[in-house]
């Protein structure tokens, strides 16, 4: 499909620069499987479920991925020391990175960068900026120094129009988040709240949880004309036994299974066979655009996503491209709040 077919307008008076207060007084669009559309508010989400329906989420943890470094001067007439900003955005082994450097172009293979007191090598280097970094410590010692050299890894929308301060550091870290790896948070996951989680629990919805380690990568914009020739970056995520058994028995019992965020959905859909899941851990690439056949998604919880991006696809093939322009158009009119901080939207497979 051409790219084009997925841009929208979006005033920039929608992007949130912060969440809601509490978290679980989001605004909440239902966007049912016919493409019927409801407004409602995170705390009615419980209502839109039947008791039995199977909530997936991921509980990683964001880690404070953005670092700033210097290169020193190049020995030999290969000009000035530079500064270096880089944003990890997957782990190879237990001292190496892959990240994105700016500028990409003041690094060469072999440069060293100090980001203070914690060194890296520059092991390899792609296209778009993208860098290989064998760090100077490994394992526990690495996560400790960049946890102490590091910042939170805010989305540009975001950090491009205010700085970044203390609040985030909750903000953008979910209530039930435990496994450290990812460089951005799984957003659907911040309107959650022990308040909602209760009402959850008293409708009869069940929830489990899987890992994906979300990468930069995942919202990279498209570059490509057309969907066909873009390659996502790959993402590692890991699938329990114990989370595959209760995907596996809600499939098997007619229940439904509703992912939440697109990183728990494409968790699913990597692992799904013939409608069944399982217990797993390893990377993926995969990338759902419409024509994609669902394998155990019946749902999705999800924010409002940018334009031309993999994952406003991703909803489009879940719900059809004409509903979902309708929806966004709607919460653009309705001034529904987008991106990391803002509403949710519940959307129903189409039917």
Known sequence: MRVSDFDFDLPEDRIA?????????SRLLHVGGTGALGDHSMMDLPDLLQP????????TRVIPAALNGERPARAMGGGGPARIEVNLHKRETANAWRAFARPGKRLKI???IDFGGLGATVDAKSDGGEVLLRFD?????????IASVGALPLPPYIAHKR????QDAEDYQTTFAREEGSVAAPTAGLHFTDRLFAALDARGAQRTHVTLHVGAGTFLPVKTDDTDDHL???????????????INRAKSDGRRVI??????LRTLESAGRDGAIKAEARD????ITPGYEFQVTDALLTNFHLPKSTLFMLVSALNTLPNMQAAYAHAIARNFRFYSYGDACLIERAS
Not at 137 to 145: P, T, Y
Not at 163 to 166: F, G, H, L, S
């Open 17 to 25: 620069l912060r969440p809601a207060r509490p978290r679980d007084a």
């Open 52 to 59: 039995g329906d199977l909530l997936v989420l991921n509980d």
């Open 110 to 112: 072999g440069d060293v």
């Open 137 to 145: 410590q490994s394992g526990a010692d690495l996560d400790g120094a």
């Open 163 to 166: 700085a970044q301060d203390a």
């Open 232 to 246: 996502m970056h790959a993402e590692w995520y890991e699938i329990s036994q114990d989370a595959a058994d209760a």
């Open 259 to 264: 992912p939440v965020g697109t990183t728990a």
């Open 284 to 287: 993926t690439s995969i990338f």
